[in-house]
């Protein structure tokens, strides 16, 4: 059984930092892309970015380009997101989706129907 759980979210001030996690189990995660999305009140769940673990391409929505890093652990089957110079606009609920598939020439990213039960970041101004 797929299982994703999130962790690492909690309150900030603007500027400051936290480092998700997404500890995935329940299928071949070195075949697979990882995706972190959002969701903040009111609005559509949307991507934010992924890694392909099987060769290591990753993804950046514009929004958060330069801010945030994506990472895995292979060894842990553990996916990160570090998350820097927040803004209190960066506050949602965030996922991860897996196991997806992610081609890098196209851009394409193929969600998977399985996502973690979400984790709150909260950035104050």
């Known amino acids: 059984e797929v299982q994703l759980v999130e962790s690492g979210g909690g309150l900030v001030q603007a500027g400051g930092s936290l480092r998700l996690s997404c500890a995935a189990s329940?299928?071949?995660?070195?075949?697979?892309?990882i995706g972190w999305f959002r969701q903040a009140p009111g609005k559509e769940r949307g991507g934010l970015s992924c890694i392909s673990m099987s060769d290591g391409s990753t993804y950046y929505a514009e929004s958060v380009k330069g801010r945030f890093t994506i990472s895995s652990d292979n060894a842990k089957n553990t996916v990160y997101l570090q998350m820097n110079h927040l803004k209190p606009e960066d506050t949602a609920v965030y996922f991860c989706?897996?196991?997806?598939?992610?081609?890098?020439?196209?851009?394409?990213?193929?969600?998977?129907?399985?996502w973690g039960q979400g984790t709150q970041v909260t950035v104050s101004s």
């Open positions: 989706n897996g196991p997806a598939g992610w081609n890098s020439p196209t851009s394409t990213y193929i969600a998977s129907a399985y």
């Open positions: 329940g299928f071949t995660f070195d075949d697979y892309a």
